[in-house]
């Protein structure tokens, strides 16, 4: 007889893991709601009963009384909006991103729609996102740093409660807005110690950072990197998988950018560089 071992596959090396991740990631961008198909976010404020319009789609908005969620939205069936499967012919509300069962909005076969509310929870903004849109269209792919093992960071996460930070958006002309971070991410690297604030994205914290390629070999606002910490309070930086932001792929998008403790003096050679059109140069400039 002859015996026959059970072998054991053999595991991705991080380089494999890393290429799985950016194909992943370039599809999530390319979706007919990822990042490039973003074509309009317009804030309805104000007075309820005053009707309000969306470049691009039809019906009439309003916003809802203080402390109820979502929009009000007034259509004819000629205007062929369909509301969680159906013609709206008349008057819906439509449900924010705040609410366990958001509403699906669908202007027509390229066109859709979502309700997302403000960091307070009190106002809210029809999001349009095109599968036809001109930056999806010229869109040639992600380019990214070859893995780099030197920015695989061993740091600790310190909770700390009630501690907020002044986080400055582009499009806000310079004010800043407090944010509430649960806690700080702590590590020593060439000598140098980092004390950085992430805030929560879902069960996720993202760091939001800026380097010294920033403008010249990566995106100019800075990148993102998401982590969760570990139950012993470590946490691993790994900035191979750090991202863009959605504003590389849409000027629709109003991103946070890096505070002052989250700007690091020296380059990070890991992640994603910048986001390319088909013809090989930058899709967007900022």
């Known amino acids: 007889m002859t015996d026959t071992a059970t072998q054991t596959p053999a595991q991705p090396t991080p380089e494999e893991r890393l290429a799985s991740f950016r194909r992943r990631r370039e599809e999530s961008v390319k979706q007919p709601q990822g990042s490039l198909a973003l074509v309009n976010t317009q804030w309805i404020t104000g007075d309820p009963e005053q009707a309000q319009t969306v470049y691009g789609v039809p019906g009439t908005w309003y916003p809802l009384p203080a402390g109820e969620k979502g929009l009000r939205l007034v259509a004819t069936a000629a205007d062929g909006i369909r509301v969680d499967g159906d ?64 920015w695989v960071i061993n740091a600790r996460f310190r909770p700390v409660e009630g501690l907020t930070v002044g986080f400055e958006h582009i499009k806000d ?3 800043e807005r ?8 702590v590590f020593e690297k060439d000598g140098v110690n980092y004390n950085l604030a992430a805030f929560k994205s879902g069960r996720a914290l993202q760091l939001v950072f800026g380097d010294a390629t920033n403008g010249e ?40 950018m890096p505070p002052k403790q989250n700007r690091f003096a020296v380059p990070i050679r890991a992640g994603e560089k910048q986001a390319l059109n088909t013809s090989g140069g930058l899709l967007h400039e900022f």
């Open 178 to 185: 407090e944010t509430a971070i649960p806690g700080e991410i």
């Open 217 to 256: 070999e990566t995106y100019s606002v800075g990148r993102f990197l998401f982590v969760a910490p570990n139950p012993d309070g470590t946490i691993t930086l790994d900035f191979n998988l750090a991202v863009l932001p959605p504003c590389a792929f849409s000027y629709q998008f109003n991103c946070p």
């Open 173 to 175: 002309e310079g004010e």
């Open 87 to 150: 013609l709206v012919d008349g008057e819906v509300v439509v449900r924010a991103r705040d609410v366990e069962q958001p509403s699906s909005i669908v202007f027509d076969d390229h066109t859709t729609g979502t309700v997302i509310v403000n960091e307070a929870g009190t106002e809210y903004a029809l999001r349009v996102w095109d599968a036809q849109a001109d930056d999806l269209l010229a869109f040639g792919g992600i380019d990214a740093y070859d893995y780099n093992p030197e």
